[in-house]
């Protein structure tokens, strides 16, 4: 990057939730290093990832705050900004609006890296739309021509985080994140979402799970603990690099 | 890398000139760094890659001391010292013998990056056969128990070099490389393989092709020169690092 | 399944005719047990598969009220219940609304298992369409904040019959179903839809096909009778079981 | 083909420029043989693909106008007609109106082959928008009720040509085809497009490329020329034929 | 089955622990209905699974010997017979003499149920040479004129159970299999291999990871507990059944 | 093809009866327009394929030559030579001698057109290391410095026929051969194999299947018969041609 723009982070993610569980160590490791991250949430995951509220005979106004102020909490646990778009979920549908306004944020936001969900999911549908209009707007956006406030953006990296159930959704892991040093705060960004509690030793788990497979390809030698905690991403993109490590 | 060791890049190929066409910019970088970049060729290519010596009437052991004056040299113009198993080509065979030479080899050097070619290759069995037997024996390598000097090997992490016909061997780039500020030692590397004279155009447009995917990868606001030169690589296994980018 | 519920099979294809060629065997099965069937059409084929009543001069409405009979006829052959949602083909549009009709079908139906189309068909592109609103209303319906009657759905498996041209679609079986002991019931059903009487022999030659892979697949010692007839199946999602079998 | 009208290729692309760098080969093989050859440009590019003329000022409709020009003369020095549809880029919107245009497109030029672009474009959501309904167009062209004027048509092999970044759009090359007679015309046909001057080298370095490879897949004993420039397409069905060669 | 054979898992691994991870719950499934299960492990992994031994200065001898008799304690807490081939590993080199014994295997044990690695694993290529063998014999084994005692074998099903990094190693679940009822007795199989402690709680976490996710493919109404647990399995044939569930 | 030499197809298979069920029709297409064609049987099936004979009680050798004769009067009905290699079968054995022997053949014929099986079959381990020597000594044959009699290769394509269970096998057609006019000759050959008579209707519906998606593929325009006949292919490497058809 040859500007002095401070480097950020962008997450585009379907659901209010999802950026925690899937992107939770990433985001903490770039706002550690002084970077900044900012979370879009198409949705506030209201019907769909809301069971419980819905069986507890909560309102959809009400459901939609809980989910907000639980997902700003977990924003702020981790360091991050984070914006609701309020599209509705189940079905998040797909509209040039949104995109519009996916685009105006990348315009202004002029992320240096990009995570979202990956492009298949046969479990949940908001997940691909989340993610294949967030690569559209990323595409729009480096435009000359598309007529939006801001310069051309550049070719930000793009890595799709793991989803729940990854080898269903023909998610093979490119890279494993070292999250370990941030892993406390990731967990307690988890615990921001009390309404899923029974998640948070499944991504602790998961994490180990990562951690183990990490140390497995970094090699015994890199000397990295045994409770190496790991995120898994894909990359849509090739790697661009003068060193191959 | 923990170890004070002299970072060490190892390169197997299966005939005299692969690791010229494919893998130059990659091995003058490394040297370029001040690393150690050791070449391990199975064989010379004598019978299959020879095609314009056969004609002219050459012996087996002339064309063979030939290709490896010619690799000698190449090797030198990139930092690189090389060694030849002289295996024989067309078939390059894998037997228990060969693979055991390429462990005590990976033993002693300790490589901290594994270059090799794809694993299918339809114009050329000699290419996969190379990358076999260089993976199994990085995997052997590893184990405490098998019998070879030296200490069990790291998980070091191996790169696939682009092939001639790349869409026809799956080979997609994970990975683009700046070879930038070394094309011209790679040049001048392709130079020692006078037999070969129509390559060094064909590398040298396929080095502005891959560099002109890698700007596009990186974006404009990276401030790539036009004339940037590239390499393409596949990742055998997944990148592990403690940042995004 | 734990409910004292009758056990529902739903069929969702994009034609009228499709259910009869590709999933007459399982249909008439699951009947034969006593279970329920229900079809939903979404179109009748009006435009996209009857090209002897077009070039016959019959109006629009003709050919509906001919294909709506004639399917009619087939699904009491098979003892099934079916339903026309007349969305109209050639093409069938993917909608909202569409959707939504279907996620209250799941909701009132709650089938125990689930047929349609494969996602690819470069023949014909009604059978994914019909595919996307079939899977994607089943998650929508799954979801307790949908607003829809009922209660939200489970999960049930959802297994996608054979196209045309199974290669060109990437259809690879995951499931040889027997169906010899109701083949007779899917010939008279089939016989229901004289328009396409060449389909009649060549689904029978693809039943008897079907058949011989499937007593290969069984293996000799199960004892199958040599005029086996079988019907091929995807699944799109993990099987779940207590015995491997 | 049986009726002894002209035999006509309709290229189906999303931008003005795309079937000049493309497609230019086969399009002068087949008017240089005395067929038609008829180009559909759904936009002209004229967001996406014209950053230099937005960077130098000019309004919208000055570069719709510099673009159709450019367009046309190439189309021109490649013998072919050419019509622009005028949908929009950047992006290109899917709509029902749009492919409604193609399908009679379709049954007016009767083609007897079609060329557009491939199904995954990561960098560009245009093209696959633009395969994507000139897929569904020839669909729906050839249902006897689809209601447009003109015959059913038949069942034109459809070939896509080949991506910016082959790779990274599951490009693998099925056909090799010899432009050397023509390639010429095609430079001719590339020089009618200044803006994009730097792809001049670019495309002619990648006929260059392809022209190798076609020769080494022809083999030796057809001698071809030294020079032998190509084009690379993937059949989207398979081929049909009476001798396989 | 139509003989009133008891019936028969067969288990066929590379090294003495492989099958208490992987498989322990299926084959405790197997023999707690009654059946007979037996493990054939070609090797002990006594090189390359047995690191800590090694460090302790074992000689070869002693740790074949303590792999052996741990193995035969985790087949006993699973009810299953053992058989060691001890072939040799790191590596296990496929012979056709090794083929035979296991074709005789097949032919005296006759399984109705076969279990093996899957054929692709980047970090060990021991596993992928052991399914090899075991799917090359159980062809053999089928084919009347093949020179070993016993009657030619049926056809049965093969699954493949889940490797170290199922990712990387191509392996997508076909089969979630419901181990919630035996899992204590995996446990203290598990326990029976003290030197790789490390690993018990590490597939415990699996099998509840499994297991949730098997819930989610069940779907709430089939009334799962919270902590059911899971084993994954692949098929490499399709599912022979009459009916569809 | 330059040379005045009569083109030739050359067709390597596993056992003795393949080449006549998949590849019958091209054979017959060849020779009846004046071209020869040579079938290589590297062994005569006389293990895995003689079943009927085994359970009658034949010795290994009338076995053999029950088969070679079959398989001589089956090529003397489609006008083809035939060669027996005698090689074993079940396991078919990969070695450098049997290798050489193809190597040796190619030389000697020159094949314009090469078939062979399929590289992958689950169900038969002897077809994929068939194709595996095949492909592997078409490659030795190019090199100007393999020591065997006649001239270096040319590039002749490769395709392969299809397998019996093609899904299963990942074979996707990408050639439908029309063999309508030899089809009665197909018939007449595969009679020459009493022992397997279920395969003749078997290979003949096969045959109308594959003529129905031929039909379908070329479209209704081109006239071609109902009674279509067609066999599959796969090609290994792209198609050359100076013209898209």
Redesign the interface.
Known sequence: ???AKTPT?LVISAHAGDFVWRAGG?IA??TG?GELAKVVCLSFG???E??KA??AGRT?DE?KAIRREEAQNAAAALGAEIEFLDAGD??L?ET?EL?DRLVRIYREVEP??V?THPLAD????DHPAAARMA??AR??AQ?????APGE??????V?FFEP?????CD????????ITPVFDRKRKAMECLPAQQ?MWD?YT??A??RG???R????????LP?DTMGE??M???????????
């Open positions: 990057m040859t500007s982070l990433a490791l770039a290093r209201e019907r769909g809301s069971a819905w069986r959809l459901i189940y079905p549908v040039p995109v240096d890296v995570l046969p479990y949940n549908g690569l559209q595409v729009l435009a000359a021509g598309y007529d051309p953006l550049g070719a930000p990296p890595f729940h159930q990854p080898e269903q998610f093979k892991p490119d890279v494993l994140l070292d029974h499944y788990d998961l180990k799970r183990v497979q990490l497995r390809n970094a090699g015994p030698n890199l000397g045994h898994a991403y990359r849509l993109y090739p790697q661009v690099t003068d060193v191959l490590a």
